[in-house]
């Protein structure tokens, strides 16, 4: 059994907030998402995002797109997949 250790890092307020929020909808807390994002940096021996950012994130706009899908959740709009392959059958009806 591996010893774990406390590291206290600063984060704006807000990012926190909606990343707590993000990781909780996912079944995730923070702290077991940034212990993921360490845990792969060292496994990959780098930044584990870099082939998925293709080109600059912009974060007023991941935020719209994040706050934009929360409310079409939130009101029913949003279609929901009750599994990967009720996902993946939709693709195949488009």
Known sequence: MSANT???????????????????????????????FLTQSVIQGRLPLSEVISEPVYVDTVLRDVTETRQAIDNGTAKVYETPDELFASWDDE
């Not at 206290?8 to 079944?27: F, Q």
């Not at 807390?29 to 993921?36: D, G, K, Q, V, W």
């Open 6 to 36: 406390t590291y206290n890092i600063r984060i704006n307020k807000r990012i926190k907030h909606e990343a707590d929020t993000l990781y909780k909808n996912m079944g995730m807390t923070l702290s077991s998402a940034i212990n993921l």
